[in-house]
C-alpha cells in the first residue's frame, strides 16, 4: 500500500485518479507531518511500502513572514516522514537554486535559495538524504492543473475580468502540468530501489517565461485580455524568486524512460478538460 500525502491538493488530486484504491490518501485534516508523534503513531498502525510527500507550505511570499511554519511543513514534516515511513518519493522545487544559471540545471548543480520558501524546501531535501532508507526526490516547477489555485487558473479568471494585464518577462522556467508529474511518480513507484537515495528533475519539455505562459492561456482559451511583459523590479514581491530555473531532466529520462510532453501540449489538453479552449 502506498500514502500520498498532500492528497487534497494538484498533485494529489491527479495521484488519486491514477493509483486509486492502491494507496491511503491523508491531508493535514487527518495528518499533522509536522508532530513527530502524530507521525510515528501513524505508521505504526499502517504498513505503507512507500510515500508519495506531496504535502507542502507554498505560500512562497508568506513563508518569508511565516519562516517557522514553512520550515515545520517543508523540513521537520519531511523528516519525520522519511524516519518513520522510509521509503519515500518526496517532491521539492526549483527554488532551491538561486537562478544565476543560463543553462538548465542539473541534480549535481549547487543549491542555493533566495527565499524562505526555498531553504525550507532545500532543508527538506537534506532530512530525506539523510534520515530515509530508501528515497527518490523529484524537484519539479510551475506546477498547475485544472484544480486548486495555481497561475493558469488567476489568468483565466483575470482575463474574463480585465483588457489587459501586466506579467513579468525576466522569470524563466518550465511550465508542469500535475497529471504529468503524476504519472510519471506511478511509473517510477515500483521501480523505486530499496536503500538507494536519488535526485531528479521533472518538468515538462520546453522553456518560456511567465509572459510566455499567460500569452499562450488567453491566445488557446481564445480570450481578449492584452498581456503586457514587464520586469521583476516593477512588479516587486516580498520573496525573491529564482530568475532562470530550468532544469534539466536527462537524468530522469533515462533512468526511467520517461517520455515527458512540451508545457504546450499539455496546456492544450488541460484547457479542454476545463472547456477553456477557445
Same mark, same amino acid.
Given at each position: 500500500?502506498? /500514502?500520498?500525502?498532500?492528497?487534497?491538493?494538484?498533485?494529489?488530486?491527479? @495521484?488519486? +485518479? @491514477?493509483? +486509486?484504491?492502491?494507496?491511503?490518501?491523508?491531508?493535514? !485534516?487527518?495528518?499533522? $507531518?509536522?508532530?513527530?508523534?502524530?507521525? #510515528?503513531? %501513524? %505508521?505504526?498502525?499502517?504498513?505503507?511500502?512507500?510515500?508519495?510527500?506531496?504535502?507542502?507550505?507554498?505560500?512562497?511570499?508568506?513563508?518569508?513572514?511565516?519562516?517557522?511554519?514553512?520550515?515545520?511543513?517543508?523540513?521537520?514534516?519531511?523528516?519525520? @516522514?522519511?524516519?518513520?515511513? +522510509?521509503?519515500? $518519493?518526496?517532491?521539492?522545487?526549483?527554488?532551491?537554486?538561486?537562478?544565476? &544559471?543560463?543553462?538548465?540545471?542539473?541534480?549535481?548543480?549547487?543549491?542555493?535559495?533566495?527565499?524562505?520558501?526555498?531553504?525550507?524546501?532545500?532543508?527538506?531535501?537534506?532530512?530525506?538524504?539523510?534520515?530515509?532508507?530508501?528515497?527518490?526526490?523529484?524537484?519539479?516547477?510551475?506546477?498547475?492543473?485544472?484544480?486548486?489555485?495555481?497561475?493558469?487558473?488567476?489568468?483565466?479568471? /483575470?482575463? +474574463?475580468?480585465?483588457?489587459?494585464?501586466?506579467?513579468?518577462?525576466?522569470?524563466?522556467?518550465?511550465?508542469?502540468?500535475?497529471?504529468?508529474?503524476?504519472?510519471?511518480?506511478?511509473?517510477?513507484?515500483?521501480?523505486?530501489?530499496?536503500? #538507494?537515495?536519488?535526485?531528479? &528533475?521533472?518538468?515538462? !519539455?520546453?522553456?518560456?517565461?511567465?509572459?510566455?505562459?499567460?500569452?499562450? $492561456?488567453?491566445? $488557446?482559451?481564445?480570450?481578449?485580455?492584452?498581456?503586457?511583459?514587464?520586469?521583476?523590479?516593477?512588479?516587486?514581491?516580498?520573496?525573491?524568486?529564482?530568475?532562470?530555473?530550468?532544469?534539466?531532466?536527462?537524468?530522469?529520462?533515462?533512468?526511467?524512460?520517461?517520455?515527458?510532453?512540451?508545457?504546450?501540449?499539455?496546456?492544450?489538453?488541460? /484547457?479542454?478538460?476545463?472547456?477553456?479552449?477557445?
Amino acid at each position: 500500500m502506498y /500514502l500520498v500525502t498532500g492528497a487534497n491538493g494538484q498533485l494529489g488530486a491527479e @495521484l488519486r +485518479k @491514477l493509483l +486509486k484504491e492502491s494507496a491511503l490518501y491523508v491531508d493535514r !485534516e487527518n495528518l499533522d $507531518i509536522s508532530s513527530e508523534t502524530a507521525v #510515528k503513531d %501513524f %505508521f505504526k498502525r499502517n504498513h505503507i511500502d512507500c510515500i508519495v510527500n506531496c504535502a507542502a507550505y507554498t505560500a512562497v511570499d508568506r513563508a518569508e513572514d511565516e519562516p517557522l511554519q514553512a520550515d515545520a511543513v517543508n523540513h521537520q514534516g519531511v523528516k519525520w @516522514l522519511a524516519k518513520y515511513g +522510509k521509503s519515500i $518519493i518526496h517532491i521539492s522545487t526549483d527554488y532551491v537554486f538561486d537562478g544565476t &544559471h543560463s543553462r538548465p540545471y542539473c541534480e549535481t548543480d549547487r543549491p542555493n535559495p533566495v527565499s524562505s520558501y526555498g531553504k525550507s524546501k532545500l532543508a527538506g531535501e537534506q532530512a530525506v538524504m539523510d534520515v530515509a532508507e530508501t528515497a527518490v526526490v523529484i524537484r519539479t516547477a510551475w506546477l498547475y492543473s485544472a484544480q486548486g489555485d495555481n497561475f493558469l487558473k488567476t489568468m483565466l479568471r /483575470l482575463g +474574463k475580468e480585465r483588457s489587459g494585464l501586466n506579467v513579468v518577462s525576466d522569470q524563466v522556467g518550465t511550465p508542469t502540468f500535475a497529471g504529468d508529474l503524476a504519472k510519471a511518480i506511478v511509473k517510477i513507484l515500483p521501480q523505486v530501489q530499496k536503500n #538507494k537515495k536519488n535526485i531528479y &528533475h521533472f518538468t515538462n !519539455e520546453g522553456v518560456c517565461s511567465w509572459y510566455d505562459f499567460a500569452h499562450e $492561456i488567453m491566445r $488557446i482559451a481564445g480570450l481578449s485580455c492584452e498581456i503586457n511583459p514587464v520586469e521583476s523590479k516593477d512588479y516587486p514581491t516580498k520573496a525573491t524568486r529564482p530568475f532562470y530555473s530550468v532544469m534539466s531532466k536527462e537524468k530522469i529520462k533515462c533512468d526511467f524512460n520517461l517520455d515527458i510532453p512540451h508545457w504546450r501540449d499539455s496546456l492544450i489538453e488541460v /484547457l479542454k478538460e476545463m472547456k477553456e479552449f477557445g
